[in-house]
């Protein structure tokens, strides 16, 4: 499976950006996916995740009621819609995929066998 992320740039506090998470290769057996985030010197966190139906999604505390995670199975795309965004919200954005099968959503950077490249996402205040 091959991630190809898109959507990150520079953006003013309060401002909004779409991520995109485009999946080729291996596709049809279905994986959760996520969106992590890595700040400078600090570790890559979770951000939001959702499964394979899109019936479960999480979100950590900072981004829930700003952030959406939605995927589209047809397009084999997920997407990140951030909305209020804040300086603290900089950071290389990544998104990933569980194993072919894994269908259910994770929060753990472990359970995740496949990364895009990353995709920078700046916010000035």
């Known amino acids: 499976v091959q991630l190809q992320a898109s959507g990150g740039g520079l953006v003013q506090a309060g401002g909004s950006l779409r991520l995109s998470c485009a999946a080729s290769?291996?596709?049809?057996?279905?994986?959760?996916m996520g969106w992590f985030r890595q700040a400078p010197g600090k570790e890559r966190r979770i951000v939001a995740a959702i499964s394979w139906s899109g019936g479960s999604t999480y979100y950590v505390d900072s981004v829930k009621g700003r952030f959406t995670i939605s995927g589209d199975n047809a397009k084999n795309t997920v997407y990140l819609q951030m909305n209020s965004l804040k300086p603290e919200d900089t950071a290389l954005y990544y998104c990933?995929?569980?194993?072919?099968?894994?269908?259910?959503?994770?929060?753990?950077?472990?359970?995740?066998?496949?990364w895009g490249q990353g995709t920078q996402v700046t916010v000035s205040s």
């Open positions: 290769g291996r596709t049809a057996s279905g994986y959760g």
């Open positions: 990933a995929a569980r194993l072919p099968g894994r269908w259910s959503l994770s929060t753990e950077v472990s359970e995740y066998g496949y």
